[in-house]
């Protein structure tokens, strides 16, 4: 993350330490940890990934759990400032997930890829649609993988063609045609 770290123990437990003003170690406290602190104790996972301000974690039955900043209502749907615990990121079915800058966006098992949150577009604005997952990523629907950065994405498909959305860094310019890795 930004300003926070977070691992997984050999049995799937998870810690964070740093910073914790936007909640995003999980403890449900919000005070900084200068070593790690365990995040839900009751539940194991199999992947962590933290983005700038909000973390989130995949447990083994395929379901996504996030904690820390909401302000685009990328956790919940509601757009509540932070969430210092663990919440449940719907149903089950997540075969991945990544998290950006005030975006979530989830790999499904059925090979959707389907973001909440901010959507930032080449110029840097960022605009919030419509509360609960949407579409934001790539088109197709057969995406093996998924990486989400600061503000971007992107998905490969089994075929290994990958496509990218969202902001680019300067002086790069932005793609949103998919581009083979061959």
Do not use: K, Y
């Amino acid at each position: 993350g930004a300003a926070h770290t977070c691992a997984l123990d050999v049995v799937g437990a998870a810690f964070c330490w740093g910073d914790h003003r936007s909640g995003a170690l999980g403890t449900g406290v919000l005070l900084p940890s200068p070593g790690p602190s365990r995040v839900a104790p009751t539940s194991t996972f199999q992947f962590l990934t933290a983005g700038p301000g909000t973390s989130c974690a995949l447990e083994a039955e395929a379901r996504a759990w996030c904690w820390g900043d909401n302000r685009a209502a990328q956790i919940d749907g509601s757009g509540s400032a932070l969430h210092g615990s663990p919440v449940p990121m719907g149903g089950h079915g997540v075969a991945g997930v990544g998290v950006g800058e005030q975006v979530v966006c989830a790999l499904g098992g059925d090979g959707s890829v389907r973001c909440r949150g901010a959507r930032w577009d080449p110029d840097g604005t960022a605009t919030v649609p419509p509360q609960g997952f949407a579409p934001l990523g790539p088109s197709r629907s057969t995406w093996v993988d998924l990486s989400v950065g600061w503000r971007d994405g992107c998905a490969i498909d089994a075929s290994g063609i990958l496509e990218c959305w969202g902001q680019r860094s300067a002086p790069a310019a932005p793609r949103s045609a998919p581009l083979p890795l061959r």
